[in-house]
Every structure is written in C-alpha cells, then in structure tokens.
C-alpha cells in the first residue's frame, strides 16, 4: 500500500516562494510516476506536474510552465515542488500522487483510477 505524506503549504504574498514535499513509503516498482495536482475551490482538478522517477522526465501544466520546478530525491523517497512567482491564481489545495505511468493528453495530466494521494496541502498566495 503506497503512502503519500505531502506537505509545504503556507501563506506567501504573490511574487514569493514555497516548496512542497511529498514522501512516498510502502512502494514498489510500479510506482513509476509522482507529481502534484491542484484544486481550487470552485474550479476543476488540475494536474500541475509530474516526475518520471526512472529517468526524471518532467511535464507541467501551461499555467506553471517556467515557474514551478519538480524533482525528485530518490534516496529520501521524496519529490519536491518548488513554486517560484506565485500568483494569486495558483491558490489551491495540492495534492501529491503517485501512478504507474505519467499520461498526459493534450496538455492535461490524465491519472488512473488506481493512483494514490496525499491529504493536500494548501498554498495561499495572496496580494
């Protein structure tokens, strides 16, 4: 059974910084993709980016492309979210996940049904 633990959120003023974390136990080898997902109240699940952890591939949604940098620590199971130049656009809920393979379709991360999550954390960015 995989395990997420994501954490990181806070309250920045728009232009500032955070950087999420998601420690990942009770894997195996499948677990193949990690990456984040965003919820904003009112608005649809959005896949912001994701990590293959074999060669460390990455893809980003276009709202965070250039912005937001993912990566990963293999040695402390570990993926990491750093959020430069937030905007008040990017308040949400975030959400760690883990999946098999890293699917994106036309610019959206499309994660199966059998994925796992985190419990979310929340970024607040604010003017």
């Known amino acids: 059974q995989v395990r997420l633990v994501d954490s990181g959120g806070d309250s920045v003023q728009a232009g500032g910084s955070l950087r999420l974390s998601c420690v990942a136990s009770?894997?195996?080898?499948?677990?193949?993709?990690m990456g984040w997902f965003r919820q904003a109240p009112g608005k649809e699940r959005e896949g912001v980016a994701s990590?293959?952890?074999?060669?460390?591939?990455?893809h980003y949604s276009d709202s965070v492309k250039g912005r937001f940098t993912i990566a990963q620590d293999r040695a402390k199971n570990t993926v990491y979210l750093q959020m430069n130049r937030l905007e008040v656009e990017d308040n949400a809920m975030y959400y760690c996940?883990?999946?098999?393979?890293?699917?994106?379709?036309?610019?959206?991360?499309?994660?199966?049904?059998?994925?796992?999550w985190g419990e979310g954390t929340k970024v607040t960015v604010s003017t």
């Open positions: 996940v883990a999946d098999r393979e890293c699917t994106w379709l036309l610019g959206h991360w499309s994660v199966a049904e059998h994925a796992a």
């Open positions: 990590i293959t952890l074999g060669d460390s591939s990455t």
């Open positions: 009770g894997y195996t080898i499948w677990n193949f993709c």
